[in-house]
């Protein structure tokens, strides 16, 4: 079983605020994605990283930042949330070559009022 | 750019029947591609995957999926639906030359009794 954990699983919180979502995994993998998932299920990238102090935007456009300062440790941070984040947040690890998959953490559910 | 197309949004199969969920994918070059399944407020959990090889591949819960590079397709099957099978499932692709992973839009497999 993925060891890849996300806090917190659900936030509810008002516009204008700022806030974090945790991700941390113990496989040691040094790819580490945050991936946007809509209501009617869609996922989208919108942060990756292959490494310490390495942080690349996704293919969706977002307003959230990350960093990666440590291997297991992969924040995520919306600095003035709105009610158009909302949405499932979903944390993704990988190691080894291309056809390692994806180990996913269980989420965040964000709702801004 | 590559893409993953998962024809029918909900699927809907009788307690025994045979499960069928498409998946093509576009790609330039020979992909990685993963199916995998989340169950309702929980992250995504990988099925199977085909990286090199065998071309039927075989996953957990009895599921299997072959793939047909001359048609572009990675449809996963199981003979016998059984109501634990009722959930989201996403198709995924990703080429050799990235690591990020692209997932189809999703399809909702309803099982009845």
């Known amino acids: 079983e993925a060891d890849i954990y996300q806090t917190p699983r659900y936030l509810v919180i008002g516009t204008g605020k700022k806030i974090t979502l945790e991700c941390s995994q113990t496989m040691g993998h040094d790819k580490m994605y945050w991936y946007q998932q809509d209501p009617g299920m869609e996922l989208h990238l919108i942060h990756y990283?292959?490494?310490?102090?390495?942080?690349e935007k996704g293919d969706l456009s977002s307003e959230s930042t990350v960093s990666r300062i440590r291997t297991e440790h992969f924040p995520l941070t919306l600095e003035s949330a709105r009610p158009s984040h909302t949405s499932q947040y979903l944390c993704a690890s990988s190691g080894g070559q291309g056809g390692s998959p994806l180990h996913f953490g269980n989420g965040t559910r964000l709702t801004v009022t | 750019a590559q893409s993953v197309t998962q024809l029918g949004s909900h699927v809907s199969v009788s307690e025994g029947a045979l499960v069928l969920l498409r998946c093509n994918y576009s790609s330039s070059v020979p992909p990685y591609l993963f199916w995998y399944v989340q169950y309702p407020n929980q992250g995504l959990q990988l099925l199977l995957k085909y990286t090199t090889g065998a071309t039927l591949v075989k996953g957990i819960n009895g599921f299997e999926a072959e793939f047909k590079k001359s048609e572009t397709s990675f449809h996963l099957t199981k003979p016998s639906a059984h109501m634990s099978d009722a959930a989201e499932y996403f198709c995924?692709?990703?080429?050799?030359?990235?690591?990020?992973?692209?997932f189809g839009s999703g399809t909702r497999l309803l099982v009845r009794p």
């Open positions: 995924a692709v990703r080429m050799d030359s990235s690591y990020k992973l692209i």
């Open positions: 990283s292959y490494g310490v102090n390495s942080t």
